[in-house]
């Protein structure tokens, strides 16, 4: 097939644009979509300091490298923030996660920070997984919301940037209407003001970019990026996760364009009659041990309890 641009042969096909493109066409559209997309959602509208939450895996490392390009144009400031989580099992996970983040830091020329969860907070989800019986992707969940958070704002950012793609979006959509969760559904949007007494506004770029597209798209820019799955991901919770997931890819085969549609759909019409639901005004309570937010009906922090119950263990 031929670039829909030029005469060159297409690397790709875009079918909800009903277009081919080329290497060179693919690269440039994707790079324009990037900062058209920021300014036409007003994500960084009043940003001054963005920090971008890096894993190393494609999706954030993608996402590092188009703020880091196109900063000057969104007139923004870029820091960069991993955590080392201290997922082992055997497999060195979050050891390569933190040295692939740190190496796209370096190549993208931003000043960064390495959060360690074992040191600064004498926790790791390994322990987590053996001394809680929480599942471990919750107990990593919430202690990743609880860090960039906390991070963010000691870096001076007023805005966290994380690298959730489409296809994150279209499965957590699924998942919501499947299981309920209007509430959370009715706060995931590509921008978050801040809330609840958190002082970041949360932002995800890539909302509406297709996990396959961004894929492709490291692997031509030449990224240094880990492939390795998180070794818990085949725990229970996250199969079910992962069987939605496969659901959505197959309706996707089948009707190109579906995710998207689905996504925008949420985007614009449903999560706004959500919000307006579920708006109201929480009681935010603070954490009698760290001072961060809470849920008015907790005294200590979800993040506190867990690294409490593992303390008292060891
Ligand atoms: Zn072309
Ligand atoms: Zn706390």
């Not at 492709?216 to 069987?243: K, M, N, T, W």
């Amino acid at each position: 097939m031929k670039c829909s641009l030029c005469d060159k042969e297409a690397v790709r096909e875009i079918p909800y644009m009903k277009m081919y493109l080329c290497r060179e066409h693919f690269i440039e559209w994707f790079d324009q979509r990037f900062i058209r997309d920021s300014k036409r959602y007003r994500l960084f509208e009043n940003s001054k300091r963005v920090a971008v939450a890096v894993s190393g895996g494609k999706d954030s490392t993608t996402m590092l490298h188009l703020l880091s390009q196109a900063s000057k144009q969104l007139n923004i400031e870029i820091v960069g923030l991993t955590i080392d989580l201290g997922i082992d099992n055997g497999t060195g996970y979050s050891r390569k996660s933190v040295e692939t983040a740190v190496k796209n830091f370096e190549i993208a020329h931003v000043k960064y920070k390495v959060i360690d969860l074992g040191s600064d907070y004498n926790f790791t989800i390994d322990k987590a997984k053996r001394g809680t019986n929480r599942p471990a992707c919750s107990v990593c969940g919430l202690s990743k919301r609880y860090i960039l958070n906390a991070a963010a704002e000691e870096m001076d950012a007023d805005t966290l940037a994380t690298g959730h793609n489409l296809d994150d979006m279209a499965q957590f959509i699924f998942s919501g209407y499947v299981y309920g969760n209007l509430e959370s559904l009715s706060r995931n949007s590509m921008v978050n003001p801040p809330e609840r007494g958190y002082c970041v506004k949360k932002v995800k770029p890539l909302f509406f970019t297709p996990e396959g597209e961004i894929l492709h798209y490291a692997i031509l820019r030449g990224y240094p990026f880990i492939y390795d799955p998180c070794p818990y991901s085949s725990e229970f919770g996250s199969v079910s996760q992962e069987r939605i997931g496969d659901m959505m890819k197959s309706m996707e085969a089948k009707m190109p364009g579906t995710m998207m549609n689905m996504v925008k759909t949420f985007e614009k019409q449903i999560r706004p009659a959500l919000h307006d639901i579920y708006s109201r005004d929480e009681d935010v309570g603070r954490c009698k041990l760290c001072g961060r937010p809470t849920t008015k009906d907790r005294e200590i922090c979800s993040f506190c309890s867990i690294k409490n119950k593992l303390a008292a263990k060891q």
